[in-house]
């Protein structure tokens, strides 16, 4: 809330990289939104968490739709800085923020579709053959075409975007130094880069990959729901919270670490102290 608070307050935050970190922070907050509300009805009926039920395919469809929407999100982002280094230093200027505001339509409008499936049809309410276990009324072949592909595409993209980003960074820097130019800027670019794509890879693989294999168990699993309990579900809410950590890692590392938002939340807390003392007075 403060990530978005902010790039909405300050004008010029408005940038097309700050809608997609502005997006990804809404993305963040349906996913927790989501996952509170699977809480409650954990809470109130722990029944309908394990054997599952019509009760549990809106929070269920909110969450996944929330979930895709922030890794593609993720990969936009990878995308969008990839462009901005690739090319010339025009080229971050090409990317306008009508373009960003598309594809946080298209992001959330695929998010939606995928996510809704199983309001649609795609569930196994009125029966019992290929139903998932952990995550009743889900099909296992939904969560499998849901999960897998999505995940791959999350841990492959991002790869390649920094990689190429960093290998670019490194090119440009010999050049200079080879024309007998300073490197420090490019060195320091480079290592903020570095640092930046593996804290996103192991919050990636810490938050998505047990979920991963949690489907995977599912998909192979021969046993009911009373030879699993309590382990197994244990483990299934363990992934939920740690999908929901990640919507607390990912405004750490794209947004609240960044020097320029800092000091715009210092501002912002300044302007407001102002104002109040103002109306005060």
């Known amino acids: 809330c403060a990530v978005i608070f902010t790039r909405m307050a300050m004008k010029d935050l408005h940038k097309p990289i700050s809608i997609l970190f502005c997006n990804l922070a809404f993305s963040d907050l349906f996913t927790s939104f989501s ?11 722990p029944d309908i968490t394990i054997f599952g039920s019509k009760d ?7 969450y996944t739709s929330s979930i895709l929407s922030t890794i593609y999100n993720l990969i936009s982002i990878g995308i969008e800085r990839y462009l901005a280094v690739a090319e010339s230093m025009r080229t971050r200027f090409r990317v306008a923020r009508s373009h960003s505001v598309a594809v946080v339509l298209i992001n959330w409008v695929l998010a939606f579709f995928l996510g809704c499936l199983p309001l649609m049809g795609w569930n196994c309410l009125h029966t019992e053959e290929n139903i ?17 592909p999505n995940v791959v595409v999350a841990f492959i993209i991002p790869l390649f975007t920094y990689l190429r980003i960093i290998i670019i960074l490194r090119k440009r820097k010999l050049r200079m130094k080879a024309c007998g ?7 320091s670019a480079e290592i903020q880069v570095a ?10 693989l810490i938050s998505y990959a047990p979920f991963s294999a949690g489907v995977i168990f ?15 579900y244990i483990f299934r809410n363990c992934t939920a919270m740690l999908i929901t950590m990640n919507c607390l ?30 109306c005060t007075i």
């Open 218 to 232: 599912d998909a192979t699993n021969q046993q009911c729901h009373a030879d699993l309990y309590p382990g197994v």
């Open 181 to 187: 130019q300073a490197t420090g800027t490019y060195k």
């Open 249 to 278: 890692g990912n405004p750490i590392i794209y947004t609240l670490k960044a020097k320029t938002l800092g000091a715009k939340l210092k501002a912002l807390k300044r302007l407001t102290t102002n104002r109040i003392r103002a």
């Open 195 to 204: 640092k930046t794509s593996i804290c996103i890879w192991l919050l990636a």
């Open 35 to 45: 996952g509170f509300w699977i809480t409650l009805l954990f809470i109130t009926n």
């Open 56 to 62: 549990m395919l809106p929070p269920y469809a909110l």
């Open 132 to 148: 998932s276990v952990l995550y009743s009324p889900f099909c296992v072949n939904y969560l499998i075409f849901i999960t897998l």
